[in-house]
């Protein structure tokens, strides 16, 4: 050991010589004395973690925080101050919302240069959609059923990280949800687990690439786990109460998705399951994670939940709490400094096995090899790659392409869009037209206020028409949530009369309305999904100066539009689309790229129906037995059917399915063909959307469930065949004990472009 404190020393003194390039060379003497020289990383953690003592383990274990501006002055006391000495110890395995070379390479250094052992820090960060430079939010990804486009834009988000310091982030949220009242459903991929599935893996692969070790890939973190997406109410941090079969066929199979895709971390969730939070919860993390799935990666404590097993009533204090936490299988505690304070002495009383530590810290110690933090703990840390890549061309053009690709055309009547490029008026309206912070969304806490394109800076790039611009009315409700500056009296009214004059001398009114970028996102639920503020009485107010008006919508989950879908000729679903969001909306709008979005979540006609999702069980009584009969299950006020459906998205073109040919070749293999038409006059794609129906199960199946669809690019006129392969995969569930099975009998088959699919044929399996 004395060798290897003198070994460090020396490093120390000549890190100060080096540039953060030659520090590969010191780092990989470094890992020798680690190592021993071998080669395999399982070997090395073994070594490394017999020179630690208890407190240097369980120092991996903690995460904290940024704490100081590490430009300015040493924290001397406080808080700050005991996180500072921590970090110096040797306690601290990773921190988090450190952001920028400059920042990292100190917090590094102190960790790699200071401490007895010199083990790197693991630096993590809510890089959600985008870094810097913003991709749409992940549901309008979603929109784009595009899964090498939501690869890409993972993939540009791990770079510009990366490039800046960060070698983790704590995404992709894989949480279904059902429930648009729900703030987060802005951050996953929707309502249904097939198509959470792909995107899972695509956005996995996306930020780790093939090599983690490299210095542009950054490790994922599937979170949050398990059933935070069903939250009671669909208020955020909610009980969550669903049943066996739900678990295990609609909440799970994204994670295990994410974690066959290589996940190397997986975050818990705040909730509970069962009566147990989730951070607490052996079953689901030691039992299914660990267990059956033989995740070799670590757990990280969502923020502070360790502690907050004491509000759930289930923990006494945070000494139980840890106890608790450590033997469900968290291995590292995010900002709850119950690991750093109470397991040693929890150790040393017995009560915790050391081997559940050792365990804890050969899985954070081996997703630090295997980012290569060992060999270099500086490869993140290069200015001029931070410069070069931040904001780069090629990183605009992805978010500008994803943007394009995430817009939904919900109703196009009379073919208003595309827009004439030439000769017209056009007023454009509402207050978000001229936002250049709101379409960043949720969850760009490393992105500067006003770096979006807004709506109006996309249209006025287009130069043959006469556009006016009004606000109209502000968008916010007054929330006490939200920044000051958001704040406003919720019956101002004065830019009406300005809007209405700007209308009437129109041939188009654009009209952008919907939610700010910050009404959606972690704690931001909400008990009514409509417009926000009085943005529904100036629709109709300016509706009733010129009907012919294209809606925008700039929001992060469906939203209750009942009335205009009713009265409004054109809607687009533009939703919160990032740095480029007025490019790619204008492109839109004026036919330079034909819409082929669809929803990821179905639209509610109003908030009595949530949570509506298409994948819902028949009941005994699905259907009117008689006229006029009350006894079946359905509103007396509102049909059953949502106002949009999953799937469903339009283009400037029309497609057309025929001949459905379903082919059972084997026991378990089903191969389904159709032939697509594109039947009218501009190129477009088109996601064709299989689904199928177990008419009779041990275990009750839904009416309809995804599984499979292609994107198809067709010119006008022009027919492909498509064909769906159905294996076990697809054809079989999880009954109420977690088992995979595939029962024979009969299933029905539906294809088409969106749930709502009518070419239907059946087979016996």
């Not at 040797?90 to 917090?107: A, C, E, H, I």
């Amino acid at each position: 050991m004395k060798n290897l404190v003198t070994y460090l020393a020396f490093s120390v003194i000549i890190s100060s010589m080096i540039s953060c390039g030659e520090a590969k060379a010191r780092s990989t003497k470094q890992n020798s004395v680690f190592s021993e020289v071998k080669d395999s990383i399982a070997i090395k953690v073994d070594a490394l973690l017999a020179k630690m003592t208890i407190e240097e383990k369980i120092g991996q274990m903690n995460q904290y925080n940024g704490f100081w501006d590490v430009t300015g002055p040493v924290p001397q006391n406080g808080d700050a101050a005991q996180k500072y000495e921590h970090l110096k110890k040797g306690w601290v395995g990773s921190m988090l919302n450190v952001k920028g070379v400059t920042d990292v390479r100190k917090v590094q250094k102190i960790a790699v240069e200071e401490t007895r052992l010199g083990i790197p820090l693991i630096i993590g960060f809510d890089v959600i959609h985008g870094y810097k430079t913003i991709s749409p939010i992940p549901l309008a990804e979603a929109a784009s059923w595009d899964l090498e486009a939501i690869k890409l834009s993972a993939q540009v988000a791990a770079e510009e990280a990366a490039a800046s310091g960060i070698n983790w982030t704590f995404a992709p949220m894989v949480d279904i949800s059902r429930d648009a009242r729900w703030g987060r459903v802005m951050e996953g991929a929707g309502e249904d687990p097939y198509l959470g599935s792909l995107i899972a893996k695509a956005r996995v692969q996306g930020f780790q690439g093939d090599d983690l070790a490299l210095a542009n890939t950054i490790a994922a973190c599937a979170k949050h786990f398990v059933g935070y997406g069903f939250p009671e109410d669909g208020k955020d941090y909610n009980t969550v109460d669903v049943g066996t079969s739900t678990l295990y066929n609609i909440i799970l199979p994204p994670f295990k998705a994410a974690k066959e895709a290589g996940a190397r971390t997986f975050m818990n969730a705040f909730n509970e399951l069962n009566g147990i939070p989730a951070t607490g919860n052996a079953f689901l993390q030691r039992d299914i994670l660990k267990g059956e799935w033989n995740f070799d990666g670590f757990v990280v404590t969502d923020w502070g939940s360790i502690n907050e097993m004491i509000a759930h009533r289930y923990a006494e204090n945070r000494n139980m709490a840890a106890e608790i936490a450590i033997k469900a299988g968290a291995d590292m505690d995010m900002e709850s400094y119950a690991y750093v304070n109470e397991l040693a002495t929890l150790v040393k009383e017995g009560k915790v096995d050391e081997a559940l530590i050792d365990d804890a810290v050969k899985r954070i110690l081996r997703v630090k090899y295997e980012l290569g933090l060992f060999e270099d703990p500086y490869k993140y840390c290069n200015e001029a790659v931070e410069k070069e890549v931040i904001g780069s061309k090629r990183i605009m053009d992805a978010v500008l392409d994803m943007a394009k690709k995430s817009i939904v055309l919900l109703k196009n009547e009379n073919n208003l869009l595309p827009l004439k490029k030439n000769g017209q008026k056009i007023a454009v309206i509402g207050a978000l037209a001229d936002d250049t912070t709101s379409p960043l969304g949720s969850w760009r806490i490393a992105a500067d206020d006003g770096t979006a394109v807004s709506v109006l800076e996309g249209l006025k790039a287009y130069k043959g028409n006469t556009i006016t611009y009004e606000k109209g009315a502000d968008v916010v409700t007054g929330e006490t949530l939200f920044p000051k500056e958001l704040t406003i009296n919720v019956s101002e009214k004065s830019g009406f009369a300005a809007a209405v004059s700007a209308a009437k001398s129109a041939d188009v009114v654009i009209m952008v309305l919907g939610e700010h970028g910050l009404h959606s996102g972690e704690g931001r639920s909400r008990s009514e999904i409509g417009l926000t503020g009085v943005q529904q009485e100036l629709l109709e107010t300016v509706y009733k100066a010129n009907k012919n008006i294209v809606l925008v919508l700039n929001n992060g989950r469906p939203l209750t539009i009942n009335w205009a879908d009713a009265h409004i000729p054109a809607i687009v679903e533009a939703w919160h689309l990032g740095t480029q969001s007025g490019h790619a909306i204008a492109q839109v709008l004026y036919g330079d790229y034909n819409p082929s979005g669809k929803l990821p979540m179905t639209f509610p006609k109003n908030v009595g129906q949530v949570p509506i999702y298409y994948n819902h069980k028949s009941t005994g009584r699905p259907t009117i037995p008689a006229p006029g009969e009350v006894f079946w299950s359905h509103y007396t006020d509102v049909s059953n059917a949502p106002l949009y459906p999953f799937g469903y998205g339009l283009s400037y073109t029309t497609f057309e399915y025929s001949d459905l040919k379903v082919n059972v070749t084997s026991n378990t293999t089903v191969t389904v063909s159709v032939n697509l038409t594109n039947t009218g006059n501009v190129k477009g794609k088109e996601v064709a959307q299989l689904y199928i129906r177990d008419e009779f199960a041990s275990v009750t199946r839904p009416v309809r469930e995804l599984k499979g669809f292609e994107l198809v690019e067709l010119q006008p006129n022009e027919t492909k065949t498509i064909t769906f392969n159905l294996t076990d995969q697809e054809l079989g569930f999880y009954n109420n004990n977690g088992k995979f099975s595939v029962e024979p009998g009969t299933f029905s088959i539906f294809v088409g472009g969106s749930s709502d699919a009518t070419l239907t044929s059946q087979f016996e399996l």
